[in-house]
């Protein structure tokens, strides 16, 4: 690691210490951060930290300043070195955190099959654009509460928020329903609810929503031309592109429209799957652990075919799956993984019982017999 990456290491600890910096330093840390989206994400990342989470808590219970004033008492040391102390019996810690994420993030991880984190993009109605790193409902309502919207009591205005590949989130909407993106996910949510009328949501790719009942605005949830409306419930609606749609219904009820399709009512424990090319809809039950398992931080595959199984894991992972024979796509497996766990976990497991190979290029992996 040069000395260019040491020196920028620690400013971002110093940063998110809240130690103060100088006005040189600080506008060395922004014209940084603001050079590309990459830094600003690197930035949220570390920040985000469990490791991070903990040092900083540590530091704002003066532990540092402890430590300090309990070596000041066993022995005799210039001011200059009892300033690192206070300084450095939590910073300098955290700084070699800092370095080792900023210098595997800029060598290693892009040559690397590596879980994803938390993570979105919120796009205000104004247009202004956040990272979002923590999970942190509060810091949304507040960016929320600053945009410069149309405060007329009937105007209905959207905020974004999207998950990009290897990422997941889990945040409050403005009613308290509690909404889990997965990775490659977009949602379009109201930015105040209006005094009647339905709370309507625009979903691309999939979400889990724990639903605030309120039977004077029921809440619907927008995919394409479909629309699932919810009369109080928790659910999982999955719409990624070039796939069916699939509703699986945890608890209460909801309800599945469609063009050309009359309102379908699911009961808990069961899956709707429409292909909105031929308006099939097929409706089965089904073991819901399989489909609502990754707000859990879970993987769980019941007979699924290969290439489902690859395609899921792409989505978390950030990889392209490569098959060496199309044969090999329809294979039916099954398995668990925690989506933190190494993903060679589960390809070991595979290598084992079906004897295919697995082999991790870059961001590719390449399946072959």
């Known amino acids: 690691m040069d000395s260019e990456e040491k020196s920028l290491s620690s400013l971002i600890a110093a940063r998110i210490l809240d130690i103060p910096l100088t006005e040189e330093e600080n506008a060395r840390l922004d ?108 810091e949304i309502a507040g960016l929320m509460a600053s945009a410069d919207v149309d405060n007329r009591a009937d105007s209905v205005i959207y905020h974004t928020l999207a998950v990009k590949a290897g990422q997941e989130f889990m945040f409050r909407l403005p009613d308290s329903t509690q909404v889990w993106l997965n990775s490659e996910s977009e949602l379009r949510f109201p930015a105040k609810l209006v005094a009647s009328g339905e709370r309507k949501v625009y979903l691309e790719g999939e979400a889990f929503f724990d639903v605030e009942k309120d039977f004077k605005r029921p809440f619907v949830v927008s995919v394409g031309a479909a629309a699932v409306t919810v009369y109080g419930t928790r659910f999982n609606v999955s719409c990624y592109a070039g796939e069916p749609l699939s509703a699986v219904l945890v608890e209460g009820s909801i309800g599945f429209r469609a063009p050309g399709v009359e309102e379908v009512r699911l009961h808990p424990s069961e899956q709707l799957e429409y292909r909105a090319e031929t308006g099939e809809v097929d409706v089965r ?26 395609t899921t894991l792409s989505r978390w992972y950030d990889f392209t799956p490569v098959f060496t024979s199309d044969a090999m796509r329809h294979i039916r497996l099954s398995g668990r993984l925690y989506r933190y766990d190494d993903i060679r976990i589960l390809l070991d497991s595979y290598e084992r019982t079906v004897g295919l190979k697995f082999k991790l290029q870059g961001k590719r992996i390449i399946i072959s017999e």
């Open 31 to 138: 014209e940084w951060l603001n050079q590309s989206e990459a830094h600003r994400r690197l930035f949220g990342r570390i920040r985000g930290r469990e490791l991070a989470r903990r040092i900083l808590r540590l530091q704002r219970e003066d532990y540092g300043e402890r430590m300090a004033v309990r070596f000041e008492r066993q022995a005799f040391r210039r001011p200059r070195q009892l300033r690192w102390l206070r300084w450095g019996s939590v910073a300098a810690l955290f700084v070699l955190v800092c370095s080792l994420s900023f210098y595997f993030w800029n060598r290693e991880e892009p040559s690397r099959i590596v879980p994803g984190e938390g993570g979105a993009v919120l796009t205000l109605a104004d247009g202004r654009q956040y990272d979002i790193a923590v999970q942190n409902s509060g």
């Open 285 to 310: 039950p089904v073991d819901v652990s399989q489909y609502v398992a990754w707000i859990d931080h879970q993987f769980v595959f019941h007979g699924q075919t290969l290439e489902e199984i690859m």
